[in-house]
């Protein structure tokens, strides 16, 4: 069984600071890793795709990936109020086009 | 506007009852999928289709059925023989061999 692993949370930021997620997964021929942003009650919302090893930015979000350590991480600059939600990690494995999901952590920022 | 809607928003089920989510995208998209989330948790997937006329089991299939007769709708029953029905139902699309998916706003299942 493949598996997406995340810290559930609540993970508490103060406004305007850097919150700090990560994701390990455990299939290594993993190859597309994606971040997607849920609010309560609502459905998921993709904000970041990382295909290689490295950084990639997009705004005030952060993905970063490692594949020899087999982890992904997003980090959010600037934490808002409104950055308050669910965040989902999710692997495309090495067959396929399917996608594993981590069970999400939840981040709270207090203004 | 381009987009995926799930119908109904919320609903409601007798025991020993089958019900049909309704999944309809206008994206032109050739993949779709059907997600299970309980409260609390991640995405599991009940099924998905690469093509019309072909789908796939996924990870927890059993008391489900889907069929796909047009590249626009992917209709999913929950039958009776589905022990635990209750929980929020996401319908996805992608473009095929694509890995990025794109979600619809959801139903909200409750066997009462």
């Known amino acids: 069984q493949k598996e997406v692993e995340q810290n559930s949370g609540p993970l508490s930021v103060p406004e305007g600071a850097i919150a700090s997620l990560n994701c390990t997964y455990s299939?290594?021929?993993?190859?597309?890793f994606f971040w997607y942003r849920q609010y309560s009650g609502k459905s998921p919302e993709l904000i970041m795709s990382i295909y290689s090893n490295g950084d990639k930015e997009d705004g005030r979000f952060t993905a970063q990936l490692n594949k020899a350590s087999q982890y992904v991480s997003l980090l959010i600059r600037d934490s808002q109020p409104s950055d308050s939600a669910t965040y989902l990690c999710?692997?495309?494995?090495?067959?396929?086009?399917?996608?594993?999901f981590g069970g999400g952590t939840r981040v709270l920022v207090k203004p | 506007d381009g987009g995926i809607t799930q119908s109904p928003k919320y609903l409601f089920r007798k025991e020993g009852q089958n019900v049909t989510l309704s999944c309809e995208q206008n994206?032109?998209?050739?993949?779709m999928y059907w997600y299970r989330q309980d409260p609390g948790q991640g995405l599991r997937l009940i099924y998905y289709?690469?093509?019309?006329?072909?789908?796939q089991k996924g990870d927890i299939a059993e008391g489900y059925s889907v069929s796909r007769e047009k590249k626009e709708s992917f209709p999913l029953t929950v039958t009776s023989a589905q022990k635990n029905p209750t929980a929020f139902y996401l319908c996805a699309s992608s473009i095929r061999g694509v890995s990025e998916q794109f979600f619809g706003p959801g139903t909200r299942l409750t066997v009462l």
């Open positions: 289709s690469q093509i019309v006329n072909d789908f």
């Open positions: 999710a692997v495309k494995g090495a067959a396929g086009n399917k996608l594993t």
């Open positions: 994206l032109n998209h050739d993949a």
């Open positions: 299939d290594r021929g993993s190859q597309s």
